[in-house]
């Protein structure tokens, strides 16, 4: 399994307050990716990196904001959590540019109340 | 219209039955296009790619119609194991993988 992890896995928090969710991996990848995941959405994604300091936004970027200081080191912040960032979010990444796999994290379970 | 869609199913199918997915997909500039397995409350992971000459792996065959723009699935002799969401998955610039929502599959004995 490649070596990727997100923390925290579960998080519950109450609207207006920030929230920062981690994505570290082992591998040495160039890609880094941030989804969410929502029933009748499927996974939409908010944003991506291909280099360190290098990010671009996705689909649903509005209200996320991600950086990325280090190759091995990808942050998602909410800044002011809403109950509809409620999701399940997904960190990937990926080797090369032309390739289409894609290896996931084990989600992280946000719940904005 | 969405860029990527399948329908959600579920489709509800017995052990060694032959089953078939479709995804369609909106942009003509779409460049590659895979098949992903999502196991309830777990990370989708990669099925397999999907070539313009079609290929096999196993009881799966994926197919690609670009004319139509839509690409296909089919699994034989199906397993309880198989029993899943399957994901299409289109880029068109290689940056980015554009999801579909996923088609549930649920075999029974």
């Known amino acids: 399994d490649a070596g990727i992890t997100q923390s925290p896995r579960h998080k519950v928090t109450e609207t207006g307050t920030p929230v920062t969710l981690r994505c570290h991996q082992t591998?040495?990848?160039?890609?880094m990716y941030w989804y969410r995941q929502d029933p009748g959405h499927g996974l939409r994604l908010i944003h991506y990196?291909?280099?360190?300091?290098?990010?671009d936004k996705g689909e649903v970027s509005d209200g996320y904001s991600v950086s990325r200081s280090k190759t091995e080191d990808f942050l998602l912040t909410l800044e002011s959590a809403t109950s509809s960032q409620t999701s399940v979010y997904f960190c990937?990444?990926?080797?090369?540019?032309?390739?289409?796999?894609?290896?996931f994290g084990e989600g992280s379970r946000l719940t904005v109340l | 219209r969405k860029e990527v869609e399948q329908d959600p199913g579920p489709f509800n199918v017995p052990e060694g039955a032959t089953v078939a997915f479709n995804c369609t997909y909106s942009?003509?500039?779409?460049?590659?296009f895979f098949w992903y397995r999502q196991d309830c409350r777990k990370e989708p992971k990669l099925l397999m790619s999907?070539?313009?000459s079609g290929n096999e792996d196993g009881r799966f065959t994926a197919q690609l119609n670009r004319a139509s723009q839509y690409i296909s699935l089919l699994i034989r002799d199906s397993k309880l194991s198989d029993s899943a969401t399957y994901l299409c998955?289109?880029?068109?610039?290689?940056?980015?993988?554009?999801f579909g929502t996923g088609t549930r599959l649920q075999v029974f004995p």
């Open positions: 998955v289109v880029t068109y610039n290689t940056d980015k993988l554009i």
């Open positions: 999907v070539y313009s």
């Open positions: 990937a990444i990926r080797e090369l540019r032309d390739t289409g796999e894609l290896f």
């Open positions: 990196s291909y280099g360190v300091k290098d990010t």
């Open positions: 591998e040495n990848h160039r890609y």
């Open positions: 942009n003509s500039a779409s460049q590659s």
